[in-house]
Nanobody, 114 residues
Framework: QVQLVESGGGLVQPGGSLRLSCAASGSIFSFYRMNWYRQAPGKQRELVATITSGGRTNYADSVKGRFTISRDNAKNTVYLQMNSLKPEDTAVYYC????????WGQGTQVTISS
């Protein structure tokens, strides 16, 4: 059983920064690609960033140059550093891993507002 627990969300002003964390249970974490998704009110869940087991990253066009995904395999944790935040980044952010099936965390709310 895989458990994912996100943290680090909050309310920040436009232009601010946040760092999200996702702690994963299990010793097999390092072998799998990890993903961050987000879902804004009334919108579909969208893929924001991914990081492979080898550290290769990919980003949605809307966050390129502003967000950075990273992982610490020793801590079974994946991070999402979010800079230059915009109101349109407001969403619930979810951590995800696919191991036979999709596993999701409970989500963490990010609100960008002045």
């Amino acid at each position: 059983q895989v458990q994912l627990v996100e943290s680090g969300g909050g309310l920040v002003q436009p232009g601010g920064s946040l760092r999200l964390s996702c702690a994963a249970s299990g010793s097999i974490f390092s072998f799998y690609r990890m993903n961050w998704y987000r879902q804004a009110p009334g919108k579909q869940r969208e893929l924001v960033a991914t990081i492979t087991s080898g550290g290769r990253t990919n980003y949605a066009d809307s966050v390129k140059g502003r967000f950075t995904i990273s992982r610490d395999n020793a801590k079974n944790t994946v991070y999402l550093q979010m800079n230059s935040l915009k109101p349109e980044d407001t969403a619930v952010y979810y951590c995800n891993v696919a191991i036979g099936r999709d596993y999701w965390g409970q989500g963490t709310q990010v609100t960008i507002s002045s």
